[in-house]
């Protein structure tokens, strides 16, 4: 057939999921990919984009339903943009994101052989998010939306009674939020028109401890009225340890990095993952599923295979969370972590947990590794979990010359992953197995712990 042009309609067959969670069908040999289809799906599509080599298409009609389409449970699907396989069954997206890690490490990182094991899959399908950013909005009348962007969209918002992957306590954080802000007429933030007082409502769970954390983003000036929200929040929410505010004044959405004052009790939570308890700011990295993430951590002391002899480090640190947790195993760790409030935590979290044996150290991984590696005990061990970005060039090539004899990948990307992936084994390392974790259900993205050897 001809290449396909936009609002072009194809009757398509979808043959399985693509990384994204768009399903993959063919127009007469030519590649369509389309939201909100199911492999098997017999669908009637429109095209949105026409490329050399394939279109993207959205869907119009489910002309027959796959065997493993099933039905959406939350009202908000698909016109949210956060949970985009909710209407796919969980097995199938599980066995999807397996296969995903496997073509990306064949296709980008020349690496066709390396055993990729069966998924973990999450333990909780829903109500397993503990942290939540919901964006403020102004609707057609005036009033609130709070809750997500819609699909696509950088200028509407899904408003959000219940969200599903929330906890209840994260779902009732936000809806506390939007009593005061009705009441107390808070103007939401019109991104269009650049002007509102409420940008964004965080809310963060400590799951085994039942700590809570809102964090208030608004433009300047709503000292006074967000001051009001501690004590009604405190009724509503007794679970709450702390309300901070931040000031956003800027064109971009953004909810960290922002001059930040804490209105009531403290700036931070703490998190218990596996005899290890964890101070998080409000800014820190964790993992937003805490049971997932606890299976995560034994996949990687898996991977690393500590004896209690070995020096661990662990780069791109965050707060400390790996390492610590495979602290007791190991002789000595060094921690690396560019964001310094990350590095006072992690350092606060070693001396609260008792292990001496710990050091964090402020900075670029690859200026660290450069310039202390001198003074820095030679590695046995070391686990990297880079951004979604995956590694530089230059943090590859630091690490190739720190030589780990053993080196634990854990991605949240598996394109990145595979491009960094291809670099070590070209630089010497054996990648021996890679295993995928579901920490995200109902979405597509992926978490995998690798090992390499040298």
Known sequence: MERPKRDDILDVTVDHLAFGGQGVARADGFVVFCDDTAPGDHARVRVRKARRRFAEARLEEVLEAGPDRIVAPCANVPRCGGCRLQHV?????????????????????????????????????????????????????????????????????????????????????????????????????????????????????????????????????????????????????PELVGLVHSINDGVAEVTSGLVTRTVWGRDFIEERIHDVTLRLSAGAFFQTNTRMAERLYERAAEAAGLSGGEVLYDLYAGAGSVGLVLAPKAREVVAIEIVEDA???????????????????????????????????????????PPRAGLSGGAVRRILELAPPVLVYISCQPATFADNAKRFVDGGYTLEWVRPVDMFPQTPHIEAVARFTR
């Open 343 to 385: 590095v006072r935590d992690a350092t606060a979290n070693a001396e609260r947990n008792g292990f001496s044996s710990y050091r964090a150290i402020c900075g670029d991984v690859r200026v660290v590794l450069r310039e202390q590696r001198d003074q820095l005990p030679a590695p046995d061990v070391a686990i990297v979990d």
């Open 89 to 237: 069954g969980y097995e199938t997206v599980l066995a999807a994101k397996r296969d995903q890690v496997a073509e990306h490490l064949a296709r980008i990182g020349h690496l066709p052989d390396v055993t990729v094991l069966e998924a973990d899959p999450a333990l909780e399908h829903f109500g397993y998010r503990n942290k939540m950013e919901y964006s403020a909005s102004p609707d057609r009348d005036g009033g609130l939306h709070l809750g997500f962007h819609e699909r696509g969209r950088w200028d509407s918002i899904v408003d959000i009674d219940e969200c599903m992957i929330a906890t209840p306590l994260g779902n009732r954080l936000r809806e506390a939020v939007r009593r005061w802000a009705l009441d107390e007429g808070v103007a939401p933030y019109d991104q269009r028109a650049q002007e509102g007082v409420l940008r964004h409502v965080v809310t963060r769970e400590g799951v085994n401890t039942g700590q809570a954390l809102v964090n208030i983003v608004t433009t300047a000036g709503a000292e006074e009225v967000v001051d009001r929200l501690a004590e009604r929040l405190v009724g509503d929410c």
